[in-house]
């Protein structure tokens, strides 16, 4: 390992303005841990470019190097699961908000936070689903877990052209489910048909305040995007329907009412990535695997080098990054 190596890192000065800068960092920098990761890819997810533009406190300790997730290959390791050379994952657990996290040639690490990469996938493959389609996938073994199966009836997905959104599509049309896409860039309905919408609707048509009930008209939904969106994604599920909810692109609140849940009995799951179990996320790389279309996956696909994550970060929160973008460090 060179002595120093490039890193992005985010200060704050006395009066708690947030800055940015592309820096350089030594091994010394690195944070408490027992497994020392060489970064192989990382990706540019929603939360990534919120920490890095400071629109939200996502970044929690300074200086701190951005960056959620990563994969990689182990440089050293004092714990028992990981040795040198192994490939590895990670995703949430505070890296990136409270832990020194991907946007630097090496991390070191709780092992505990580390899951295997999948057999036959890369690195590059694996941030290419990331942070947005694991999460996606944690919401898809929510639905299922819940008896919303294809066989149930139309399955929405909104945001469907960000990440969450591009390869929850993928995932549920691959298991079979009719897959209506909600997006509010109807530029993209190609792309979204390409990776398995059977239907395409306008992001107005949820943006705006909600009735209590609607017409029924999907079964589920993986919802990325809160507030109004989510409120009508849930008037308009059918009896007994459930609703996957992880993210908040349109805001953070619920402008609701409870009559979807008492007069329909469909149900809000919960998704969080950051604070998975081990088993689930085990779970949901192994689904990833199995469950995730190679080709499809490459066609929602952008990468890019370390040199444009700044940017890349700037784009996603102004809502203009199509799919995922992969960071490639060998570059
Ligand atoms: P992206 O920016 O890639 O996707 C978000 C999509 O939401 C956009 O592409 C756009 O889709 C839609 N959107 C953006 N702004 C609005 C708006 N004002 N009103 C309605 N729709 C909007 O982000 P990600 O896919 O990476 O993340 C999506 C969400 O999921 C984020 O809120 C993120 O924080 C959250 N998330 C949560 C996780 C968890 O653990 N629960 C983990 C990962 C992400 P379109 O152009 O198709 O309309």
């Not at 694991?134 to 909104?158: D, F, K, N, Q, W």
Request: glycine share 12%; aromatic share 4%.
């Amino acid at each position: 390992m060179s002595e120093r190596f490039r890193a992005i890192l985010v200060n704050r000065d006395e009066e708690k303005k947030q800055s940015v800068s592309v820096t350089e960092i030594g091994e010394a920098d690195l944070m408490d841990g027992d497994v020392t990761v060489k970064i192989d890819a990382t990706t540019v997810n929603y939360k990534d470019g919120l920490a890095i533009t400071g629109r939200s406190p996502v970044v929690r300790r300074f200086p701190l190097v951005p960056g959620i997730d990563f994969a990689g290959t182990v440089i050293s390791s004092s714990h028992a699961d990981w040795k040198k050379g192994d490939k590895v994952i990670l995703n949430g657990w505070g890296t990136g908000e409270t832990h020194h996290g991907a946007y630097a040639a090496v991390s070191r690490v709780k092992g505990d936070w580390l899951v295997p990469l999948p057999d036959g996938m890369t690195a590059q493959e694996a941030m290419a689903v990331g942070t947005a389609g694991y999460t996606s996938m944690l919401s898809v073994l929510a639905l299922e877990r819940h008896g919303i199966t294809p066989a149930r009836g139309p399955v929405v997905v909104t945001g469907a052209a960000g990440g969450v959104g591009s390869v929850a599509v993928s995932i549920l049309s691959k298991l079979g489910y009719h897959v209506i896409a909600s997006t509010g860039r109807t530029s993209e309905e190609a792309y979204l048909r390409d990776l398995g919408a059977s239907e395409i609707i306008a992001r107005d048509e949820l943006s705006g305040p909600a009735k209590p009930l609607a017409k029924e008209r999907w079964a589920g939904g993986v919802d990325a995007v809160g507030s109004h969106t989510l409120a009508n994604v849930l008037s308009m599920t059918s009896y007994g329907g459930a609703v996957a909810a992880c993210g908040l692109a349109q805001g953070m609140d619920l402008p609701a009412s409870v009559a979807p849940f008492i007069l329909r009995g469909v149900s809000l799951l919960g998704i969080d990535s950051v604070m998975a179990p081990k088993a689930l996320r085990l779970e949901a790389w192994r689904r990833i695997g199995s469950d995730l279309d190679h080709r499809k996956l490459s066609a929602l696909t952008t990468t890019i080098g370390f040199d444009g994550i700044m940017d890349a970060a700037k784009a996603i929160v102004d809502g203009k990054v199509r799919g995922r973008v992969v960071v490639d460090m060998t570059r």
